[in-house]
């Protein structure tokens, strides 16, 4: 399938999903504000919490430029852009010293006013530390399903944590960017992992 019919695709599915998100944000905002002041977080970035339009276009395409074949567009592409989880997207602050209890405890308390958080879609970055899967990213990010079979991504950071996921932004942008060279993408990798240990590890995480 060529890259234009690609794209057209892609912004087919990502308005579909963007009026998903936009039916069911407000009750989960207000849940989540709800359970970020029982669990002792602090919600930020709401003004961020939809992804842009552009941007999920551009990662449905991305997907699908993997594999050209027919079979792909038509069986897998609708699959992934179901199962994507960051059109909607939230950010918890919890402390360095309390993080991991004060993670369990949110988790519980989502799962206790009727959300579902599946197994695999939970990543904890915190263990890839200092390890060969380390990409220079901290903190833990699940996917969280609501009542209303929205998925959305929720973001566990400390203040240390991210700042570094703020500062460090444009360095994963250019990343992303195909014309980045192979000697840059080296340059960037070494400069987001530096900038990386500078951030305290939580206790238990």
């Known amino acids: 399938m060529e890259n234009f019919t690609i794209r057209i695709e892609a912004r087919r599915l990502a308005e579909e ?14 849940d989540l504000q709800k359970i970020a002041s029982e669990v002792d977080a602090k919600i930020i970035g709401l003004e961020n ?9 551009r990662k449905l395409s991305l997907l699908a430029d ?10 897998k592409f609708e699959k992934f852009a179901r199962r994507n989880n960051d059109t909607l997207r ?17 988790v519980e308390t989502l799962k206790q006013n009727g959300f579902l958080i599946p197994q695999n879609r ?38 240390e944590s ?12 250019e990343l992303r960017n195909l014309k980045t060279s ?19 590890r939580p206790e238990g995480i």
């Open 17 to 30: 999903l963007f009026a998903q998100a936009r039916e069911n944000e407000l009750k989960i905002t207000a």
């Open 49 to 57: 919490r939809f992804k842009t339009e552009e941007s999920l276009v």
């Open 66 to 75: 993997r594999d050209k074949s027919k079979q792909f567009v038509q069986h």
């Open 90 to 106: 939230y950010t918890f602050i919890l402390s360095n010293d309390k993080y991991a209890e004060d993670f369990y405890n949110t």
């Open 122 to 159: 939970i990543w904890n970055a915190w263990e890839n530390a200092e390890t060969t899967k380390d990409t220079g990213y901290r903190g833990i990010n699940i996917t969280v399903i609501s009542s209303q079979k929205q998925r959305f991504e929720l973001q566990f950071h400390t203040a």
């Open 162 to 173: 991210f700042r570094l996921k703020t500062e460090t932004h444009h360095l994963y942008e």
């Open 182 to 200: 192979d000697e840059r993408r080296a340059e960037i990798i070494k400069e987001i992992l530096k900038s990386a240990k500078q951030v305290e």
